[in-house]
């Protein structure tokens, strides 16, 4: 089973907006941090948003006023809405969560999803 599957990524242009979902397996139990990075052609992976257990957000200065990250417990998923959109936004998008479980923190990570920005 695949402990994180990511959806919601494509080609938008620029302006536009794309909402992108990351949904854990029910193997995972319980979640603290989730989080969303993206790394573009010949760059590092880097942080776009995170939000913790409680709700908090944060947010990178690229994503700040623009991205939105939220969650759902009960779902044991992440989201974020994308507004906004510029070319130098495409990217592979990664979901990140981190899981508690034996007293050990798990860090699981999606399969990526391809964002595009172009017109």
């Known amino acids: 089973q695949v402990p994180l599957v990511e959806s919601g990524g494509g080609l938008v242009q620029p302006g536009g907006s794309l909402r992108l979902s990351c949904v854990a397996s029910g193997s995972i139990f319980s979640i603290n941090a989730m989080g969303w990075y993206r790394q573009a052609p010949g760059k590092e992976r880097e942080l776009v948003a995170s939000i913790n257990s409680g709700g908090s957000a944060e947010y990178t200065a690229s994503a700040k006023g623009r991205f939105t990250i939220s969650r759902d417990n009960a779902k044991k998923a992440a989201y974020l809405q994308m507004n906004s959109l510029k070319p130098e936004d495409t990217a592979v998008y990664y979901c990140?969560?981190?899981?508690?479980?034996?007293?050990?923190?798990?860090?699981?990570w999606g399969q990526g999803t391809q964002v595009t920005v172009s017109s």
């Open positions: 990140r969560l981190e899981a508690p479980r034996g007293g050990l923190i798990y860090i699981y």
